[in-house]
């Protein structure tokens, strides 16, 4: 059984940091790359980043780039989004996701990630 378990999440304070962390179970890890997504209320899924199943290719949304910075490590299956210069737009329930095609189109699109976790919430006040 597959499973992709989130944590990391919680309150805080608009400037301040989180670190995301997702641990996979029930696939090969490292065949997989990894992606995470956000969903605030009231609003579609947007994408946050993306990671290669080598961790050489990264890929941001707009709105984080700069600020957020993925990463992962095969030997513990877990991949990580660190979360810098916060924002109260940033609140949401993250999630992470597992893709496992190998070509490189739309690689930001909600419907090529096989497996997701059950997202964490991030909120962030003002």
């Known amino acids: 059984q597959v499973q992709l378990v989130e944590s990391g999440g919680g309150t805080v304070q608009a400037g301040g940091s989180l670190r995301l962390s997702c641990v996979v179970s029930g696939l090969t890890f490292s065949t997989y790359a990894m992606g995470w997504f956000r969903q605030a209320p009231g609003k579609e899924d947007e994408f946050v980043a993306r990671?290669?199943?080598?961790?050489?290719?990264?890929l941001y949304g707009d709105t984080v780039k700069g600020r957020f910075t993925i990463s992962r490590d095969n030997s513990e299956n877990t991949v990580y989004l660190q979360m810098d210069s916060l924002k109260p737009e940033d609140t949401a329930v993250y999630y992470c996701a597992a893709d496992s095609n190998r070509d490189s189109k739309n690689t930001d699109a909600r419907t090529r990630y096989t497996y997701w976790g059950q997202g964490t919430q991030v909120t962030v006040s003002s």
């Open positions: 990671i290669s199943r080598n961790a050489i290719v990264t």
